[in-house]
């Protein structure tokens, strides 16, 4: 199968790259032993959403997969508790939760209703890299960073304000309530008043505090969809470039081997194959470090909802299905065009597997060759024996699965005015 690579026009070239290793080694000498086979190993090409695997792998070891980003909502003024009015402004102050959405803002709602708190004077003031909603990755997000945070603090006025809702918001807190088993016609929310600002720094008074997923939840929704939105992850760790040398450093490759446009894998990025395969290995190295396996962070064929249903139905569906945990990449423009599939087999003959099998200027043939590229997994798995079923996740989480909120002081009856406990934020958090 890999020979009849050669018979393909240049223009249309697919090397495939798997590699392998013992189960239980982790020695340096058996991360660079010879593949079982190879093509073209160290051709740079482009990755695609591969490339949010590196992200995640260094998420994982610089924050750990029980990390929680926190959200912070407190007040600047007085608090009438018989009125529920705040005479001053609500601050919401975030550490940079990427899968903040709707939801999550109507749980943090409930809460401030539940200190009093039911309409604010003088606006709302938002604080650090808050998000909320999808921005469908770099391409598509508000290049000006002010004006990109602006907009986030008047989506929040209006998720928070159910006198701004709309048809969306409505119907995701019946989806909430219904899931809580919370009154759908009691819906929370906050009267808000006056202007909407991002401030870098400010002081408050902190009422609330909204706890995400796991980091590895939240990476789990952001592999098994390829979101390009993953970027924020590498946004709070320092941004692309840090991610390049990361990897650089990570994987032991020189530095021309590494070369990230995004860390999502839009637009750019070169990697070779060879490199992708390190990188797998040193995923699953961290995640058993970690007590976890590839499928808890990538999604499964045949077990994960997702775009892989469709995209690899012979690897969904029948003998070969959940024998994989893998991540795809697509490019249908840039660099021509590129059909990516990567990942872990468990094989009986030769242990784990890792491979990477790429059809670079795919074009307008993505199709087709995702079916060339899913034909090969199928022909390597029975070449090696045969590969070992896994075990699906029960389910996979929404935003709001596993958050929690936590009451940071009650509201005095009197007043909430600032004190010497007021958080100060630090605009170079």
């Excluded at 051709?43 to 750990?64: C, H, I, Q, Y």
């Excluded at 909320?132 to 960073?145: F, L, S, T, V």
């Excluded at 021309?256 to 194959?273: D, F, K």
């Amino acid at each position: 199968m890999i020979r009849s690579y050669d018979a393909v026009p240049p223009r249309l070239p697919p090397p495939c790259h798997p590699c392998a290793r013992d189960r239980d080694r982790r020695s340096r000498r058996d991360r660079l032993r010879p593949p079982l086979d190879s093509q073209t190993a160290d051709t740079p090409f482009n990755p695609a959403s591969v490339v949010k695997v590196a992200t995640s792998l260094w998420a994982l070891e610089r924050l750990g997969p029980d990390h929680r980003y926190v959200t912070t909502a407190g007040i600047r003024g007085d608090l009438d508790a018989k009125s529920g009015r705040l005479e001053g402004q609500l601050v919401v102050d975030s550490t940079g939760d990427p899968d903040f959405h709707t939801d999550n803002a109507l749980i943090l709602a409930r809460s401030l209703n539940e200190h009093g708190l039911r309409s604010v004077s003088d606006g709302l003031v938002v604080a650090g890299p808050f998000t909320i909603g999808w921005e469908k990755g770099a391409e598509a997000r508000i290049p000006d960073p002010v004006q990109r945070a602006e907009a986030m603090a008047r989506k929040l006025r209006d998720t928070l304000d159910p006198k701004r809702w709309g048809r969306t918001t409505r119907s995701a807190w019946y989806a909430l309530a219904r899931r809580r088993g919370w009154d759908p016609t009691d819906p929370p929310g906050l009267r808000i008043q006056g202007p909407t600002t991002f401030a870098s720094q400010c002081e408050y008074v902190p009422l609330a505090r909204h706890l995400s997923n796991p980091l590895r939840v939240e990476l789990r929704r952001f592999n098994v969809y390829s979101n390009n939105d993953i970027i924020r992850v590498a946004d709070n760790l320092g941004g692309v470039d840090e991610l390049e040398h990361y990897l650089e450093a990570r994987l032991e490759v020189a530095p021309e081997e590494v070369e990230l446009e995004t860390a999502s894998g839009e637009g750019h990025n070169q990697l070779s194959a060879r490199t992708v395969v390190r990188l797998l290995r040193a995923f699953r190295a961290t995640l058993t470090s970690l007590e976890l396996k590839p499928e808890d962070l990538l999604p499964v064929p045949g077990c994960d909802p997702g775009p892989l249903q469709h995209m690899l139905p012979r690897l969904a569906t029948g003998e070969p299905a959940r024998r994989l945990a893998v991540k795809t990449g697509t490019l249908r423009i840039t660099d021509d065009g590129v059909a990516v599939l990567s990942g872990y087999l468990d094989t009986v003959e030769h242990g784990n597997v890792l491979f990477c099998v790429a059809a670079t200027r795919a074009g307008r043939r993505i199709n087709h060759w995702r079916a060339v590229e899913s034909a090969w997994v199928t022909n390597l798995m029975s070449k090696l024996g045969g590969a070992e079923m896994r075990q699906c996740a029960p389910y996979l989480p929404l935003a709001d699965s596993l958050v929690e909120v936590e009451s940071v002081q009650q509201a005095s009856p009197a007043t909430a005015a600032l004190t010497s406990a007021a958080v100060t934020l630090l605009a170079a958090r």
